[in-house]
């Protein structure tokens, strides 16, 4: 069969043909013979065989240098005038911002406050229903109650933070640390001086909350419903936990402006900078 010679078009990972009137384009879906197959700025997979957090590291500093995300370094934070710094934040001073930021009508605030009080209200129902018709005596209640508690406000902090730290690699970090402030009773994953965009800290904030919730109803759902008052109590420890990553969010919601963030460790402090839009 002859067929017309293919253009390529440059893309990470190698180059992509572009293929125009071909009766079977090789790698693609059979088409009619009329139709034009256009393949432009997409990415090559054949750089697989590497991990996957390396291949997103790589599409992001692509997009970084292309123009199509741009996420500006710490240096041209700190001395670009087009970002102005609007918050520095010590880590020994979470605690007080957390609480002043999961407060108000914010959506985030309000859903973290909907969440938990829906999930009270299911253990309640729950637990009558289950009593009144002799489903379970208060022996198994306060034992199921009692082990979902320890499960969700310190077995799963682990899972819970590492969670975090894979979030960061998929976003392209590699110094990322571990930390607990036992003072403030707070667990923390960084990434030391590795800015990233608003919509990158959602990802970052959430990625555990929405990871254990949807792993464990599911499982409960499907193979343990005979412990759902035990899964019910540990979503709601676990929930509860996840106040300061409501609260973040929450931040970054409340500031509409182009918003940035990155931490210090060796300074123990998060910064958050705003573009100003001056040239």
Known sequence: MKTKSAQTAPCLGGSVPIWRKQKRPPGLVRHQAQTRFRLI???SFTTFSSSMSTQISEIRRHTRNTGCMRTPDVDTLQNDPRYRKILELDFSEMTPFV???IRGKEKMAVLFMALNLATVIFILVYVVWGITWDHFDGRQVFLQMLAGV???SILIIPPHEILHGIAYRLLGARRIRFGVDFQQFIF?????RFPISRNELRFLAMTP???INAVCIALTATLFTEWALFSATLLLSHNIMCIGDFAL???ANRNTGE???YDEIEKRKSYFYEKTGVN
Do not use: E, M, Q
């Open 41 to 43: 700025d997409c990415f």
């Open 188 to 192: 923390f994953v960084t990434a030391d």
């Open 249 to 251: 969010t929450s931040y």
């Open 99 to 101: 609480l002043n930021n």
């Open 150 to 152: 320890l499960a969700g």
């Open 209 to 211: 909350f929405t990871v």
């Open 259 to 261: 918003l940035y963030t």
